[in-house]
């Protein structure tokens, strides 16, 4: 069996990691609350609140592995902010700023997944 870890991982590598984990567990934390606050869009919320804890999961576990699928789906996170960011524009700066975010730890990880070594 083999695995593609990454052996040994810089400080890049682990503050780009820290930066994804805690904006997916606040993101996670932020919809998880809209659930109670905004009880017509309940169901829009528990749909927000299950794909950022599902992201949330994939980042603590096989993203810290060293996993380049990992990476990979990672990507639909800055994705999915940026996407709903654009659909309102009161909201807007919010989503943009925190795929921004997501986009700097992705890229702070990036060299780490796909360098030769």
């Known amino acids: 069996m083999t695995v593609n ?4 991982q810089n400080a890049r590598f682990k503050i780009g990691w820290i930066i994804l984990l805690v904006l997916a567990a606040l993101i996670t934390l932020g919809h998880m609350s809209l659930i109670f606050v905004f009880a ?7 749909g927000h609140t299950a794909f950022n ?24 996170l800055p994705i999915g902010l940026a996407l709903t960011g ?15 975010v997501c986009a700097l730890g992705l890229l702070l990880t990036m060299q780490d997944f796909f360098s030769k070594r």
């Open 86 to 100: 654009a659909f309102d524009a009161e909201i807007m700066p919010y989503y943009f700023g925190m795929a921004a």
């Open 40 to 46: 017509n869009e309940q169901t829009l919320f528990i």
């Open 5 to 8: 870890a990454i052996p040994a």
């Open 53 to 76: 804890l599902y992201a949330f999961l994939v980042i603590l576990i096989p993203f810290r592995q060293g996993k380049k699928w990992a990476w990979l789906a990672t990507l639909i």
